[in-house]
């Protein structure tokens, strides 16, 4: 399979994501910083929140946190590292989780002058769709 070629890179997600790495990751427990435009044009920032029993990724606060704020859908998500780091690419976790919510999201990798913006499906080849998240072909069951 082919990539894609890149869409364009959201450089204001990027430096919204930057900013809050720089500005308010500290110690272990936040680390990674998100940032994600709504199909409305805000953008939404988040933090992971680490724990030894595990803890969500920056782009899952990031979710959640336009949801709670009305957001409907998000268009483009970028994640960037503490301590300089720049972007990080998305886990596998949370590339299953922003495929399944926003199939038609860009998400934005690379580094340095390298950045770009892709489908989430580039990220995800083969991927398991989640049973929730399919039409189903017959149509709705008995009632």
């Known amino acids: 399979m082919t990539p894609r070629p890149s869409r364009p890179v959201d450089h204001e997600l990027v430096e919204a994501a930057a900013h809050v790495a720089r500005t308010h990751t500290f110690g272990e427990d936040h680390t990674m910083a998100a940032a994600a435009r709504t ?10 929140v680490y724990h030894f029993t595990g803890g969500p990724c920056a782009e899952l606060v990031v979710m959640g946190a336009a949801a709670a704020q009305g957001a409907r859908s998000l268009t483009a998500i970028v994640a960037v590292g503490d301590r300089g780091r720049g972007v990080v690419p998305p886990c596998g976790r949370c590339r299953q989780v922003l495929l399944d919510y926003y199939p038609g999201i860009d998400v934005i990798v690379g580094g340095g002058d390298e950045l770009r913006a892709v489908p989430v499906t580039d990220l995800l080849p083969e991927s398991y769709v989640h049973a ?3 039409d189903d072909p017959a149509g709705p069951g008995p009632a």
């Open 132 to 134: 929730d998240h399919q």
């Open 39 to 48: 199909d409305d044009g805000r953008v939404v920032t988040g933090l992971n």
